[in-house]
């Protein structure tokens, strides 16, 4: 069990750029997660998947985030026209889905820290 | 709007002592509750949950209260050592089609003194 990696661990872009995150998850989990963190605030859902299929979207994913989750393994989060207000902590996370304790106990990554200049 | 809050932004406590870092919420649908722990440069850790048919959930040192009245719950910390100094996250989730979904409060930093 080597955990849940993020891919890159920072990340800083020009205002308009687009930008693409990678997630590998533990790899006996089916649930992927996608939250962002900003200074001072706790996370913040994004969406989440089940196996391949992205099962809520949060408000918060606007029409310039898209993530995909692929044979249900590794997932990536694009953002298109990245604005500063965009610079946060991506973190991912990942779960079992068998049972609520399980996919309520969520193992995340180290983020990724995304700064649009 | 803050569904999950965690009004002191931060706690120093002296090692040995009991911490007691604190939690309420708004959203009645809320049933399921967690803590999360997070240290510089990781992503947070899973402490403790407990669902609301419970008011305590013990594990070691640490103990999870529920008031589901108050929609309030505690985190305590017997004995605190400096290696609990960390960002402590309370968590919540509402079940049905929201399953797997946490709302999160804005997190108490805790310093323990040795």
């Known amino acids: 069990d080597t955990g849940v990696s993020q891919d890159p661990r920072h990340k800083i872009t020009k205002r308009g750029q687009n930008v693409t995150f990678r997630c590998d998850p533990i790899?006996?989990?089916?649930?992927l997660y996608w939250y962002r963190q900003t200074l001072g605030q706790g996370p913040e859902f994004l969406t989440y998947?089940?196996?391949?299929?992205?099962?809520?979207k949060s408000r918060l994913l606007s029409d310039r985030f898209s993530a995909e989750r692929p044979k249900g393994s590794f997932s990536t989060l694009e953002i298109q026209r990245t604005e500063q207000g965009d610079s946060a902590m991506y973190l991912c996370?990942?779960?079992?889905?068998?049972?609520?304790?399980?996919?309520?106990?969520?193992?995340f990554g180290p983020g990724t820290r995304l700064t649009v200049l | 709007d803050q569904q999950v809050k965690q009004n002191s932004p931060s706690l120093s406590v002296q090692e040995g002592r009991i911490s007691i870092l604190n939690c309420d919420y708004t959203?009645?649908?809320?049933?399921?509750f967690l803590w999360y722990k997070k240290y510089p440069a990781e992503g947070p850790t899973f402490l403790i949950s407990?669902?609301?048919?419970?008011d305590k959930n013990e594990d070691g040192r640490f103990t999870v209260f529920l008031n589901k009245s108050a929609k309030h719950l505690s985190l305590h910390i017997v004995p605190s050592q400096p290696g609990d100094s960390a960002v402590y996250f309370c968590?919540?989730?509402?079940?049905?089609?929201?399953?797997?979904?946490?709302?999160f409060g804005q997190g108490t930093i805790l310093t323990v003194h040795p």
């Open positions: 996370a990942s779960s079992r889905g068998h049972v609520r304790e399980d996919y309520n106990e969520q193992f």
């Open positions: 790899s006996e989990h089916n649930r």
């Open positions: 998947f089940q196996n391949e299929a992205q099962l809520e």
């Open positions: 959203n009645s649908m809320f049933d399921y």
């Open positions: 407990i669902s609301s048919i419970k």
């Open positions: 968590a919540s989730n509402a079940g049905g089609t929201s399953y797997g979904k946490l709302t």
